[in-house]
């Protein structure tokens, strides 16, 4: 009879694991296409910038919420991060948005919808429309926020100026 041991145990404990996950990604298959897959699972620009020139953070209807950064020189999206407690397809939304914008002004940043995000992913279920919508509503609030700021910079350097 085989003797029980730890590695043992280990080893049954990681194969069921990979078994579960195959499983899983089995399933998401049947229901996202590969590039939201490979982008919920292998998002890009996670996180957080220091001093970001426009931010914002948006809880959708589902709960969730998402928070953008972008950094703006010369009126160009030189970075952009997100993070999100939320679904996959959230994820898989933010990292498609942030690089969307990266590399466009504020202006051409502007143009970008939600039917852009969903042309790079392939699509999404119906259930899933609603990610999408959280991620642009969130950009679009950070561009918001940069041109707000950015507005009362200008305001303050005019009257500096006409002292
Ligand atoms: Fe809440 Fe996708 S962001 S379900």
Redesign the pocket.
Known sequence: MEKITEKNETSDFDELTKKMEEEILEEERGIYTEKTLEAAYNPKNVGELEAPSGAARVT?P?G?TLQMHIKVEENKIVDCKFITD??G??MACGSVVTELVKGKTIEEALTVEGKDVLSVLGGLPEE?I??SV?AMDTLRAALEDYKSKNKNRNKKRNKKERR
Request: glycine content about 18%; some cysteine.
């Open positions: 959708g589902c969730d939320g679904c397809a959230s899933n609603h990610c959280l």
